[in-house]
């Protein structure tokens, strides 16, 4: 076989394994292999009873919100100003009417994910003021990248989920914002996304926006939205957050519990003690979930992540982070809750090799732990504070990658190739076979982003970097864009509704 013909006939397969990628991918992934456990039993038993003794023997500082204080009250907790403590057992029971699996909705419904169990739910990355696209120098947020990222995650099979705060747009006024941000992700996808939560009364409006699309009757009685509620470690609840939470709980909207954690400023150093932390924080957050209102679904969270001793800056895809996310998932299963872990982490400036190295490593650490829901694992760059637009169609692929591999390999007759020797006998090559062609199309996943060229022809088309490549996916996928029908009875009365709560404000740039 000539060189030019072999070079044609990998194009034209990579040209027909991209078409069969473009086939509707399951709404979430249902894991059909065993989860990877690095602790026993025994040690998670260990870490549990510390965090409980830290509960009831230290206490964690609730600050400026009288209900939380009261509602501890009433299940006999200690209160000292704002300090509280109490018996890690009564928090472990009180936790119990939280749902082991619940279902989030989407706008379209075959988008639905079920959290918990073994389920895997991928997100995009959250909260960053800075963006990179294409040539641009790394700039501040607009509402713009913020809907063309929302539309980049519609369009991602990678992507289970809209996210939340995908980037921050800081050219709308920050009492604002969260107005148009909720917008965007309920008119311009219609998969599941999150809430606001940067203050009580901004998620009351997150759950009145979905009210006008899904209906007041169908979000109380459903999960339409999980939020993200950040602790603010070490061992301290703030007002903004607990006005959140209740405010979710209360309507029966899904709470991520995670404390924030760079271990060794916000904990102590060692990932026992950062795990035991973790999980006296989350017992006061969820209890507080089931206190506002029983059976609320709430998620078990954490962000923990290393950190350099030598500049103070976090470090990401240690091994010492996967052991922390690997026993925070094998803590939240004993507690019988969804979980949501990080991913997608990495301190790079720009989509290179490190990115990509630390992005794949705590992908997996994730992704074998078993947990539920992971957030950032599209576009993160420079330890959170940039969403990469190049990043992000790269990351999206990487999902995709790892979607393939936890849904497992099937065992049958056409897997085995039981027939396929009476057709290619020894010596010979499968290529031409039934077995292959019946199969080709769908043996493996064929990444868009990879470049899988001779040299001489990635030199004549241009000898592209994989970020300039990413750079022509993206810009691709956002020319192609339609946006997902939208009743438009209820877009209209959702921008009745953002030009009222924006009428009834005025602008304020500090939060």
Known sequence: MSEGRRRSGGRRGHSD????????????????????????????????????????????NITDNEEALELFASVGAKIDGGRVRINGGVLREIIQTAPSEFTQHARNPERNIVLGGNNTVLSPNYGSPFVRRGDEERRYGTIQDFQDLVKLAYLSPGLHHSG???????????????????????????????GSVTAGTRAQDSIDMAKIVFGDEFVNNNCV??????????????????????????NNQACIISPFILMGAMSPITVPAALAQAYAENLVGLALTQLARPGAPALFGVFLTSMSMQTGAPTFGTAEDFLAVNGA???????????????????????????????TATLMASALAGSNFVMHTAGWLEGGLVASFEKFVMDAEMNMIVARLLRGQELDDNSLAVDVYQEAGPGSHFLGTTHTQNNFRTAYYASKAADYDAFETWKDNGSKSASERATFMWQKMLSEYQAPPLDETKDKALQDFIAKRKGDMADSWIS
């Open 164 to 194: 939340g705060t995908i980037c921050e747009p800081c050219d709308i006024p920050v009492n604002k914002r969260h107005l148009d941000m909720i917008y965007a992700h309920l008119r311009y996808s219609d998969k599941p996304f999150m």
């Open 225 to 250: 939205m999980v939020s993200l509620i950040n602790a603010n470690s070490p061992l301290a609840w703030d007002g903004t957050m607990i006005d959140s939470m209740l405010t979710y709980a209360k």
């Open 329 to 359: 998932v094998n803590i939240g299963r004993k507690l019988n809750l969804p979980v949501r872990t990080a991913a997608g982490l990495n301190g790079s400036k720009m989509p290179d090799a490190q990115a990509a190295y630390e992005m």
């Open 17 to 60: 394994a991209v078409k069969v990628n473009a086939t509707p991918e399951p709404a979430y992934i249902k894991r059909g292999i065993n989860i990877f456990q690095a602790w026993n039993d025994a040690q998670i038993d260990r870490i549990m009873a510390r965090g409980e003794e830290i509960v009831e023997q230290i206490g964690v």
